[in-house]
């Protein structure tokens, strides 16, 4: 079965540039999640989706962060202008939320960014 | 004070040591505790679900203290593929959305 499936793997570019991140969740889950790491800050929750609308985007640093979910099976998030402080990883997770439970999330391979 | 809180280590052990990692979790409203691992420069990939009678897998056992708050892992006779970082994995509480809460994790290094 295909897991979550992020791209690109590895994105360079320069500061001041778009850069959008794609995540196709597990098929059937029904909640969404983007992160970032770094080391000094670890995993931060970005926002997270479920059945595709958009619940608490409270850890999206900043108005140059957006992410949308226009179908269940694919998410982008998307940083406009980029700056170097936003290198780090970019992971994206997905779950499937039943009733009063808590299931795990599995997570992509993750987005490498550096800008430069 | 952090909601899920871990001792950032690093542990450094022999190989064949048994080594335990303890969390601690500021809601006691939280109902779904996990274990996750992180290879360094891999996502990070779910261990053990924790359950409230204690749970085994192998050469890991997970427990839960509800009264305490905590949570741990024990890995007997680690080998040299358990180095890797721990997060302690917590639902937020009192939302019934899937969202989780990890610790900062702990680093373990098996030495040979």
């Known amino acids: 079965d295909a897991g979550v499936i992020q791209s690109p793997r590895h994105e360079v570019t320069e500061m001041g540039q778009e850069v959008t991140l794609r995540c196709k969740p597990i098929s059937g889950h029904n909640s969404l999640f983007w992160y970032r790491q770094t080391m000094m800050r670890g995993l931060e929750l970005l926002i997270y989706f479920n059945n595709n609308v958009p619940i608490d985007d409270s850890g999206m640093p900043e108005d140059r962060f957006s992410a949308k979910m226009p179908n269940a099976s694919f998410s982008t998030l998307k940083i406009q202008p980029s700056e170097p402080r936003d290198s780090a990883v970019y992971f994206c997770?997905?779950?499937?939320?039943?009733?009063?439970?808590?299931?795990?999330?599995?997570f992509g391979d993750g987005t490498r960014l550096s800008i430069l | 004070r952090k909601e899920v809180e871990q001792d950032p280590g690093p542990f450094n052990v022999p190989e064949g040591a048994t080594v335990a990692f303890n969390c601690t979790y500021s809601?006691?409203?939280?109902?779904?505790f996990f274990w996750y691992r992180q290879d360094c420069r891999k996502e990070p990939k779910l261990l053990m679900s924790?359950?409230?009678s204690g749970n085994e897998d192998g050469r890991f056992t997970a427990q839960l203290n509800r009264a305490s708050q905590y949570i741990s892992l024990l890995i007997r006779d680690s080998k040299l593929s358990d180095s890797a970082t721990y997060l302690c994995?917590?639902?937020?509480?009192?939302?019934?959305?899937?969202?989780?809460?990890f610790g900062q994790g702990t680093t373990l290094q098996v030495k040979p």
């Open positions: 994995v917590v639902n937020e509480a009192g939302s019934n959305t899937g969202k989780l809460i």
């Open positions: 924790v359950y409230s």
């Open positions: 997770a997905s779950s499937q939320k039943v009733g009063q439970g808590n299931q795990p999330q599995h």
């Open positions: 809601n006691s409203a939280s109902q779904s």
